[in-house]
């Protein structure tokens, strides 16, 4: 069983062609991939998932429990989705939101996230390396748990 999982939202499946001024050259593959290594080299489970349907995110963050931990991009649901805030809190998994842009920095709509609040925290601006930080926490985080 995997505990550390990061779910991909909407339009993520595009990295590497979308607006690369925004979201960088390096496809969701290759992001997948550092941050699968940075967890199997910690001797940790994690599996990566991405999805354009906020129903399967729903059921994903349904079936986690709160042993789990969840890195979570929620791409453009970030700023809409009361479902998936509230998906969050009923889990009560620990969850780390990621955003590849500093979404602080952008078109005032990005700004307000309606995940933040049920976050331990956001790392948002610091590209593909932002996922490899947050599986860094996402590591000790856990490993701080079994103990
Ligand atoms: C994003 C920022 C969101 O505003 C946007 O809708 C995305 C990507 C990011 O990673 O910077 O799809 O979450």
């Known amino acids: 069983m995997a505990s550390i999982w990061v779910f991909h939202g909407p ?13 960088g050259s390096r496809t969701l593959a290759e992001i997948n991939q550092d941050v ?18 906020e129903g399967d995110l729903l059921d994903w963050i349904q079936a986690l429990t709160s042993d789990d931990f969840l890195i979570l991009n929620p791409g453009a649901w970030t700023h809409t ?54 599986m860094r926490y996402a590591i000790d985080y856990q490993l701080r748990r079994a103990k």
């Open 11 to 23: 339009n993520l499946n595009l990295l590497g062609l979308r607006e690369p001024e925004h979201y």
């Open 36 to 53: 699968l290594a940075t967890a199997s080299q910690a001797g940790i489970n994690a599996e990566c998932r991405q999805t354009n349907h």
């Open 81 to 134: 989705s009361y479902a998936i805030r509230d998906a969050i809190s009923a889990v009560r998994v620990p969850t780390l939101e990621v955003h590849l842009s500093n979404i602080h920095a952008r078109e005032a709509f990005r700004a307000n996230s309606l995940i933040a609040p049920v976050s331990i925290g956001q790392i948002s601006g610091l590209g593909a390396e932002g996922y490899v930080l947050a």
